[in-house]
């Protein structure tokens, strides 16, 4: 009696599931970062390496009030310090807009010296101990931004020249 009941319920738990859905196969990783829509597209179009784009921070609500730092990419090549010559390839968008503000990319990169009081304030915490190859992000308050307004940068640093 215990069996047929069992059987029962089984059969009951069976019909009501219904048919089982078909199995889609893994599909791979995106070769690039995900479009995004909106004021931010320019940001992601930009982004590190796509397997490093989903830690691109589209900025929500008010700026920060202090430099915010976020390494998309790892380097490996050499320390920068203070007094140290760099180049990198740059862009900043405006905070409140996500309007590209300054592109700096490609080419023969932008030349600066670290540690002096040569580049935009934010710069100096925000590229503290960067390595060759690393790329961040930097989410910049007004007061410490270039011209007026908080903006966000996106640099990659391409090579050091040690005083």
Do not use: C
Not at 122 to 144: F, H, I, T, Y
Request: hydrophobic share 35%; glycine share 10%.
């Amino acid at each position: 009696m215990r069996l047929l009941i069992w059987l029962s319920l089984l059969g009951v738990a069976l019909l009501t599931r219904g048919p089982a859905a078909p199995q889609t196969p893994p599909q791979p990783p995106p070769s690039e970062p995900p479009k995004a829509a909106g004021k931010w597209a320019e940001l992601q179009r930009t982004a590190a390496p796509a397997e490093d784009a989903e830690r691109l921070v589209l900025p929500k609500g008010p700026p920060p009030n202090k430099v915010a730092v976020i390494r998309l990419q790892a380097g490996t090549g050499k320390i920068l310090r203070p007094k140290d010559g760099f180049v990198v390839d740059y862009k900043s968008f405006y905070y409140r807009s996500g309007k590209l503000a300054e592109d700096h990319w490609g080419g023969s990169g932008f030349s600066w010296t670290y540690g002096i009081g040569q580049t935009v304030k934010a710069w100096e915490p925000g590229l503290r101990r960067m390595r060759e190859g690393e790329w961040r992000q930097l989410l910049v308050p007004s007061d410490w931004a270039y011209e007026n307004g908080a903006r966000v940068y996106l640099i990659q640093l391409r090579k050091v020249r040690e005083h």
